[in-house]
């Protein structure tokens, strides 16, 4: 069963704060208290279900962070996120009544930041799906990149973090392995092997999916993997000469 088919329903009978709970309980008709901690809503939620609802809040976020809403974008959403066509009108519940509402990306990013803040690198894989949202209409502007890297901040992910995602978006044949692996031209080749043995335990689908990134995403995840994988295969060749 998909992820996305039972995320109102679902997330019913759990005890939701924060501003996804105000989210959902617009949508139900509940009366979720303001009150409630974020940390609640982690401990009677799914992981999955979270990650879920964090994608589509942030990705309707950012589909207006350029002034446009384009049927590009709004196709991406769905074709990107893999949500089956007899789910998407619950999922497009979600996704306009964030979209509408006047509550900003910030509060969403904070509260995804609490919920997620022992697991930084789930943290990244949502960095990388926005930009894989973001990409949809074959460029990313610079109103999207400004709220991608603002919402990695709010999650405390640091510059050289947010390059490395963002870098690991490009073809094997142009990326940057050295901003991939987070490491310099003149690092010893030890020293980058060691960043590299460590990302890619933290970056490892089966890991990620242990920790709540849904099967219909985990694609983006083993893309990072290959940008990884390519990266230390052409710093070992250009140390080697």
Same mark, same amino acid.
Not at 32 to 48: D, L
Not at 169 to 174: D, V
Not at 209 to 224: F, L, R
């Given at each position: 069963? !998909?992820? #996305?088919?039972?995320?109102?329903?679902g997330?019913?009978?759990?005890?939701?704060?924060?501003?996804?709970?105000?989210?959902? +309980? &617009?949508l139900?008709?509940?009366k979720?208290?303001?009150?409630? !901690?974020?940390? &609640?809503?982690?401990?009677?939620?799914?992981? /999955?279900q979270?990650?879920? *609802?964090?994608?589509?809040? *942030?990705?309707?976020?950012?589909?207006?962070?350029?002034?446009?809403? &384009?049927?590009?974008e *709004?196709?991406?959403?769905? =074709?990107? *996120?893999?949500?089956?066509?007899?789910?998407?009108?619950?999922?497009?519940?979600?996704?306009? /009544?964030?979209?509408?509402?006047?509550? +900003?990306?910030e509060?969403?990013a904070?509260?995804?930041? /609490?919920?997620?803040?022992?697991?930084?690198?789930? %943290?990244?894989?949502?960095i990388?799906?926005?930009?894989y949202?973001?990409?949809?209409?074959?460029?990313? &502007?610079?109103?999207?990149?400004?709220?991608?890297?603002?919402?990695?901040q709010?999650?405390g %992910?640091?510059?050289?973090?947010?390059n490395?995602?963002k870098?690991s978006?490009?073809?094997?044949?142009?990326l940057?392995?050295?901003?991939? %692996?987070?490491?310099?031209?003149e690092?010893?080749?030890?020293?980058?092997?060691?960043?590299?043995?460590? %990302? !890619?335990?933290?970056h490892?689908?089966?890991?990620?999916?242990?920790?709540?990134?849904?099967?219909?995403?985990?694609?983006?995840?083993?893309?990072?993997?290959?940008?990884? =994988? !390519?990266a #230390?295969?052409?710093?070992?060749?250009l140390?080697?000469?």
């Open positions: 069963m !998909s992820i #996305w088919g039972s995320l109102i329903g997330m019913v009978g759990f005890s939701l704060g924060g501003p996804f709970g105000m989210l959902l +309980g &617009s139900i008709g509940g979720i208290s303001r009150a409630r !901690s974020a940390s &609640s809503f982690r401990s009677f939620g799914q992981p /999955q979270i990650f879920a *609802l964090s994608l589509i809040v *942030l990705s309707a976020k950012l589909s207006k962070a350029d002034g446009n809403v &384009s049927k590009e *709004l196709v991406a959403v769905k =074709n990107k *996120l893999k949500i089956p066509d007899n789910e998407i009108d619950q999922v497009g519940k979600i996704f306009n /009544q964030a979209k509408k509402e006047k509550t +900003g990306y509060p969403y904070q509260q995804i930041a /609490q919920i997620y803040k022992n697991n930084p690198n789930v %943290l990244e894989e949502v990388n799906i926005l930009f949202i973001a990409e949809a209409d074959g460029h990313v &502007s610079q109103s999207e990149l400004n709220m991608i890297q603002h919402i990695g709010i999650f %992910l640091n510059e050289i973090q947010l490395s995602i870098e978006r490009k073809s094997s044949n142009k940057n392995p050295y901003i991939v %692996l987070e490491s310099k031209p690092d010893d080749l030890k020293i980058i092997r060691k960043k590299y043995i460590k %990302l !890619s335990k933290e490892h689908p089966d890991l990620l999916m242990n920790k709540g990134i849904p099967a219909e995403v985990i694609e983006e995840s083993k893309k990072k993997m290959r940008a990884i =994988n !390519s #230390w295969n052409k710093i070992q060749e140390k080697s000469t």
